[in-house]
Structures are given as structure tokens and as C-alpha cells.
């Protein structure tokens, strides 16, 4: 049998372990000659990207199941397990029999995805201003792992990963069509926003145009009920290139069954959705919503889960596939109702949403007035703190003057000064006369005899 990696199921939205026992269910073997078939097939070994389960800890999830997957003892167990088993903790204490350097390369993991919510929690508390963050608290409301012990992975973290896991997927569905109909609610709410500012003939106008869109998109071809004989004969025929009247379930099931693992995963059934989804919605029409294309794939698949997956482990064995086509809903199905064709919210659901958008809105604009309000005090400050700017620089200015004026008196057209500086005192200098003049001499002083310049020394 060949070998099936856990994370070719994460996509699936199933609990998170319980496809693993499955691995040991044995499927009929079929034998296809695949140059018949349309396109090129799956390679063998090729590695098949899954797109992202959409949990927010998706990754942290994969990597785990990466890592257990290395450890024989614990493939060995899963393979043999059933999904109570899985369900109620019990595969979770196989853990401590592990080697240690899964239970290393595990407890690495964990302190990294604990890091990563710290992070994610700050970034949230610093875009509120908060401070004095108690991470340990705050980490409560992540249920994925066990955060009171932060360093090591135990059974406990892997007990959690599992539950959590199975809750949140199970919700994803539902949370999808919830937010499908706040959109379409939303759409409508602002189309009539827009009518209400027109006037009267263009408000009609718009209306017509509205109308004929509606009309147009209702316009298409029959759309087959999802999982009936004519919607696999017609991928039978026009993906596959195959002669419809060949048509064999068996050799459908394995040629769609793009991952070789067995089952019909959840992407795998809602590629089977595609040829009657371009009936109706073709992306470059004005009228076809692709959101809407995607919100229809959504029910489609759901539809033929209900319908054949007997389990509820979100997976489509060979053998539920088989007793699918037994049934007389798979040879005489009922019409299939696109969105178009139903309701998708009451006027009552639009009044409250629209009552709640009304006050999300007021909520902003308060918020918008206070904000106003906070700029408007900060350009007051900040005028103020200008103000008091200029006045010290213009006091500084009149300093740095009346200093340089000290420092350099002024002078007059002579160069005298025109006033004395404090403290100072105008010196005269005394009239030098040459010795010999006619001053006369001070009383008591005697005139010493100049000196000759004729008298020769020896």
C-alpha cells in the first residue's frame, strides 16, 4: 500500500489524527491505462503543495505531524488505533514512547509557536497602547497547546493540538457561509445606500439595469446535482477525455484521486465541481460573482459529504464512493438550486445587520470626533510651545546684542569713545621733556653735568 503523509490530509479539514488510522483500510485495487486519459496525470513522488487549512496555527500543526511521522513506533500505533482511540487522548499518551530526538525536535517546535503567539500578542497590545502585558494570562486563550509549561511538548500538547483541531475545522464551514452572507448582505445594503442619493429617473435606471443583470446571470445552462451519474459522466468525458460510455466508478474514483492516497479529500471533491460552476459564473461576465462561484463549490461539496461520507471523517473512501452509486438518488437525482434560485438572507436579517453596521458606524464616528478633538488640543499645545519659542529666542537675541555692545564701544569720528565703561578712568600721559630743556627743576634736585662726547678715555 503506498505510503500516505499525514500532511496530505490537513487540507481535508478533519480532526487532525484520525485520518492516519485509515492508512491501514485496504482499497480495490484498480489498474487504469492512463494514456487514454485527458491532460497529464499525477507523478509518481511528486511532492502535491496542500493549501493552507486555514487555522491560524496551521503551521505549528504541520510540522508536528512532520515530526511524529519520522517515529516508527508511533506510525505503528496510529495505523492500528481507531478514532476513539485518537478522539479521547488515549494515542496521545504513545508519545513518551517516542525516541528522543522526536520528543527534542518537538519540544523546539513548541517553544517556537510559543514565541510566535507572544509576538502576536504584543503587536496586539502595543497597537492598543497597553502595558504591563502578562503573557502567561493572555496565552490562555490559545487551546492548541499547553501553556502552562512553555519549554517542552508532552502528551498533554499533542491531546490539545488534536482536540483543537477537530473543533475548529468542524466550525470552519459554518463560519465560511456566515461570512458569504454578511457579504451578500452588505452588497445589497450598499447598492440601496447608493439608490437613496439618485434621483428618481436615475434611480429606475439603475434599478432596470440591476434587474437585467439578475436575469442574465439566471440565464445558463442546466447545472447537474453534485455526485449525480451525469455530473461524473460529464468530468468523465470532458476532463478526463473519456468515453462516456465507459463510464466506470472505480476507475473515476482512482483517477481523481490526485494524491494517491486512497480517499476523496475535500479538495479533491470540489474539483469535481468545476465544469458545472463555469455554467454559471464566468469572470469576465459583469454579473457573475466569483465570490459567489466559491460560496457554490462550498455547498456543492458539502452536499455529496453529507450524501456519501458515511463515517464523518471528512474523507471518501472507494467503498462509500461505491455505495454512493447504488443509491437511486445517484441514477434519478433531484434538480440542483443554484444561489441565484434561493434566498440567501429575510429583509429582518438585513434591517439588523444593516442596524448593526449603523452602529459600528457611530461608534467610529465618535471615535473619529475624539481623535479631532486630541488633534486639535496637540495643535494648540504645539502653537503655544511656538510661541514660547520665539519669545526665548527673541530675549536671547536681545542678550547676544546688548553683550556685543559691551564688548565694543561705539567710537566717534576720531575714534574716541563717546562714553567711558564702567569702572574705568582716563589716564594722561605726562609731556616727556628732553634732558637739558628750559623746565626747571624740582626744589633740592641738582642737574647732573651732561656727559662729553670730545673726552678721550686712556
Not at 464523518?312 to 440542483?336: C, G, H, I, N, Q
Request: proline share 5%; charged share 40%; glycine share 4%.
Amino acid at each position: 500500500m503506498p505510503k500516505m503523509k499525514w500532511q496530505s490530509l490537513l487540507p481535508q479539514q478533519c480532526i487532525l489524527l484520525i485520518p492516519c488510522l485509515l492508512m491501514a483500510l485496504e482499497a480495490v485495487p484498480i489498474d487504469i491505462d492512463k494514456t487514454k486519459v485527458k491532460g497529464e496525470g499525477h507523478v509518481e513522488g511528486e511532492k502535491i503543495e496542500n493549501p493552507d487549512t486555514g487555522l491560524y496555527y496551521d503551521e505549528y500543526l504541520r510540522q508536528v505531524i512532520d515530526v511524529l511521522e519520522t517515529d516508527k513506533h508511533f506510525r505503528e500505533k496510529l495505523q492500528t488505533a481507531d478514532i476513539e482511540e485518537i478522539k479521547s487522548g488515549k494515542l496521545s499518551r504513545e508519545l513518551d514512547l517516542v525516541s528522543h530526538h522526536v520528543r527534542t525536535r518537538l519540544d523546539e517546535l513548541k517553544r517556537q509557536e510559543v514565541a510566535r503567539l507572544r509576538m502576536l500578542i504584543k503587536a496586539k497590545m502595543d497597537s492598543v497602547q497597553d502595558t504591563g502585558i502578562d503573557h502567561q494570562a493572555l496565552l490562555k486563550q490559545f487551546e492548541h497547546l499547553n501553556h502552562q509549561n512553555p519549554d517542552t511538548f508532552e502528551p498533554k500538547d499533542l491531546d490539545m493540538l488534536i482536540k483543537a483541531a477537530t473543533s475548529d475545522l468542524e466550525n470552519y464551514d459554518k463560519t465560511r457561509h456566515e461570512e458569504f452572507k454578511k457579504y451578500e448582505m452588505m452588497k445589497e445594503h450598499e447598492r440601496r445606500e447608493y439608490l437613496k442619493t439618485l434621483d428618481e429617473e436615475k434611480r429606475q435606471r439603475e434599478e432596470s439595469k440591476f434587474e437585467e443583470m439578475k436575469k442574465k446571470h439566471g440565464d445558463h445552462p442546466k447545472v447537474h446535482h453534485p455526485g449525480s451519474k451525469d455530473q461524473l459522466k460529464e468530468v468523465w468525458e470532458e476532463a478526463d477525455g473519456l468515453d462516456p460510455n465507459e463510464f466506470d466508478p472505480k476507475t473515476f474514483f482512482k483517477l481523481h484521486d490526485v494524491n494517491n492516497d486512497r480517499f476523496l479529500d475535500e479538495q479533491e471533491l470540489e474539483a469535481l465541481f468545476t465544469k458545472e460552476l463555469e455554467k454559471v459564473y464566468d469572470p469576465k461576465n459583469e454579473e457573475d460573482d466569483m465570490v459567489e462561484m466559491e460560496e457554490e463549490r462550498l455547498r456543492m461539496r458539502e452536499h455529496v459529504m453529507n450524501e456519501v461520507d458515511i463515517n464523518k471523517d471528512r474523507l471518501v473512501t472507494l467503498e462509500e464512493f461505491l455505495r454512493a452509486t447504488e443509491k437511486k438518488e445517484f441514477l434519478e437525482p433531484d434538480s440542483w438550486e443554484t444561489l441565484d434560485q434561493q434566498q440567501l438572507f429575510t429583509e429582518d436579517e438585513l434591517k439588523e445587520f444593516e442596524s448593526h453596521i449603523s452602529q459600528q458606524e457611530d461608534e467610529l464616528r465618535k471615535k473619529a470626533e475624539e481623535l479631532q478633538k486630541q488633534k486639535e488640543e496637540l495643535q494648540r499645545q504645539h502653537d503655544q510651545l511656538q510661541a514660547q519659542k520665539q519669545e526665548l529666542q527673541q530675549v536671547v537675541k536681545q542678550m547676544e546684542q546688548k553683550k556685543l555692545q559691551q564688548a565694543n564701544p561705539p567710537a566717534g569720528p576720531a575714534g574716541e569713545l563717546k562714553f567711558q565703561p564702567p569702572g574705568e578712568h582716563k589716564i594722561e600721559e605726562a609731556p616727556k621733556h628732553p634732558a637739558g630743556g628750559d623746565q626747571p627743576l624740582p626744589p633740592g634736585h641738582i642737574q647732573e653735568p651732561a656727559a662729553r662726547t670730545d673726552q678721550v678715555h686712556p
